[in-house]
Structures are given as C-alpha cells and as structure tokens.
Antibody
Framework: EVHLLESGGGLVQPGGSLRLSCAAS????????MSWVRQAPGKGLEWVSS????????YYTDSVRGRFTISRDNSKSTLHLQMHSLSPADTAIYYC????????????WGQGTLVTVSS | SSELTQPPSVSVSPGQTARIACSGD??????AYWYRQKPGQAPVVVIY???ERPSGIPERISGSTSGTTVTLTIRGVQAEDEADYYC??????????FGGGTRLTVL
C-alpha cells in the first residue's frame, strides 16, 4: 500500500524559509515522478511543483519559480520542497503526491502538512 | 488557455444524478482527471484518463467528455458523496492544472 507522510510544516515569518519532506513507502520510489500540490485555507487545489523519477527534470508553477526547489533522495525514498522568501500567499496545506507511470495526475496523496506564513 | 472552469456548487437530492462539468480549451487534446475531497481529508482520484475508474471507486461514478467539456456523473447520489470535486488536466508545458472545484451538496 502506498504511503506518503509529509513533515516540516509550521509557522514561519514572512521572508523566511522552510523545508518540507515527504517519506514514501509501499512502492518503488525511484521509478515514479512526484509532485507537490497546495491548498490555501478554504481554497482550491494548486499544483506547485513536480520532479521526474530520477530528479533530472523539475517543474514549477510561476508563482514559486526561483523561490522553491524540489528535490528527491531515491536512496531514502524521500521527496523535499525547499521554500525561501515565503509570503502570506504561500500559507497552505502542502500535499505530497505520487504520479502514475504517465505522470499527468496525482495517483496517491499524503495527508498534507500545514505551512503558515505570518508575523 | 490552460484554465479549467467548474461551477462553484451543485446540489442534488439523495438518489438523484449529479453532473459536474469542467470546461477548458485544451480538453479535446488532453485527458481529464477528477478528484474527490471530503472535509479535512486529502484528495482522492475518482476518474483518470477521462473515464477510467481506479479500483475501489463504484460504477455509479463515471466520466465523459464532449468537445471542450468533461463531465463527472454520480448516479444514485448518497450522503457520503457530499464533497468537493476537482477536475484536472495538463497544460501545453506538461504541468498539472486544476479547476476551481465544485462543492456537491446532498439535500
């Protein structure tokens, strides 16, 4: 059974940084692309970033490009999202998701970790 | 345009059929996916590749497509179907795009 467990969320001041992690189990992590999707309080889903199975290719939504960095450690089955220059607009639940072999959607989701950017 | 448009809300009585539409210019060329999200829970995919159901999703949930509109249909709506539903596709850059979501209310 696929299991994704996010961690690293919390309260951070505007302009600060935070690193999210996602521990994966129940599948061959190194074989699948992975994604981060966020959801601001009371709002809809927003795709944030994706990374190919081997980490060679990364993709970002325009609002986070240059501030966020997605990475993965296939030896530890872990996905990361390094976030810098955070603003209140980044406040959201951040979900880690496993993509299927054709990485066009999010096949499995973690339960999410809450990031709150506030002074 | 890569935007996906959904109605904010749909209401149906128990036992009736709910239809949630999602429109987007790229949908004739791209697959659509549907997610269900209940309060306080992570999203769950209920339809992939326009009309395929993952294991565990009942047959009364189906997807269809016609031109620039894809539709999620839930037959015999039950109280447990009350949730937010999101469509999703892929834009020309190959990145994921979500619709704004539709709240399904079971009257």
């Amino acid at each position: 059974e696929v299991h994704l467990l996010e961690s690293g969320g919390g309260l951070v001041q505007p302009g600060g940084s935070l690193r999210l992690s996602c521990a994966a189990s129940g599948f061959t992590f190194r074989s699948y692309a992975m994604s981060w999707v966020r959801q601001a309080p009371g709002k809809g889903l927003e795709w944030v970033s994706s990374i190919s199975h081997n980490g060679d290719s990364t993709y970002y939504t325009d609002s986070v490009r240059g501030r966020f960095t997605i990475s993965r450690d296939n030896s530890k089955s872990t996905l990361h999202l390094q976030m810098h220059s955070l603003s209140p607009a980044d406040t959201a639940i951040y979900y880690c998701a496993k993509d299927p072999p054709a990485p066009d959607y999010c096949e499995h989701w973690g339960q999410g970790t809450l990031v709150t950017v506030s002074s | 345009s890569s935007e996906l448009t959904q109605p904010p809300s749909v209401s149906v009585s128990p036992g009736q059929t709910a239809r949630i539409a999602c429109s987007g210019d790229a949908l004739p060329r791209r697959y659509a996916y549907w997610y269900r999200q209940k309060p306080g829970q992570a999203p769950v995919v209920v339809i992939y590749n326009d009309n395929e159901r993952p294991s565990g999703i009942p047959e009364r949930i189906s997807g269809s497509t016609s031109g620039t509109t894809v539709t999620l249909t839930i037959r015999g709506v039950q109280a447990e179907d009350e949730a937010d539903y999101y469509c999703q596709s892929v834009d020309s850059a190959g990145t994921k795009v979500f619709g704004g979501g539709t709240r399904l209310t079971v009257l």
